[in-house]
């Protein structure tokens, strides 16, 4: 079961824990507590939307996206920021129904387009993206600036 998960859902605090171990996956160090309060800053005051997927009553995965003003066409489009899976979850679908849920929901509020960056070397998320109808954008740079 997919669900959109906010700060005022019972489920959120248990989101706010995958979304701990997500950022500790990455080499992140815990804190659930500062975990929590960043997740729900950023859905109530970023337009950041949280789904998670749920076996069992408990969440086995997890996708942010943020609403994003596309200023040309005077819509919005929507930027998946997080996707994650622990590994014991993995190969069940949890993250395709995840990324399914998410470009259903942004056409239905009517998003001009669904973006995505991920890492050239994860081949397995790429290929999943191919599979849904991700597509490379061609003249497109992205370019970062740490601060």
């Known amino acids: 079961m997919i669900a959109w998960v906010s ?6 605090g ?13 080499g992140q160090q815990r ?12 859905a109530t005051s970023s337009g950041l939307r949280i789904s998670a997927a749920f076996a069992e009553g408990r969440p086995c995965g997890l996708l ?3 609403v994003v003003p596309a200023s040309l066409t005077l819509g919005t489009f929507w930027m998946i920021r997080d ?14 129904a995840l990324l399914t849920e998410t470009v259903s ?6 998003a001009r387009r669904v973006a995505l960056q991920t890492e050239t070397a994860n081949t397995a998320a790429l290929a999943l993206y191919a599979g849904l109808g ?14």
């Not at 700060?7 to 959120?12: G, I, K, Q, R, W």
């Not at 248990?14 to 990455?26: I, N, P, Q, S, T």
């Open 134 to 147: 991700f597509a490379p954008v061609d003249g497109y740079v992205s370019l970062n600036l740490g601060l």
């Open 14 to 26: 248990a989101v706010a824990e995958l979304f701990d171990d997500y950022r500790a996956h990455y």
């Open 64 to 66: 942010t996206a943020l």
């Open 83 to 96: 996707l994650y899976v622990p590994p014991a979850h993995r190969g069940r679908g949890h993250a395709r």
């Open 105 to 110: 929901q942004a056409r239905a509020v009517g």
């Open 7 to 12: 700060p005022s859902d019972a489920a959120f």
């Open 31 to 42: 804190g659930y507590g500062a975990t929590r309060q960043w997740l729900q800053d950023q």
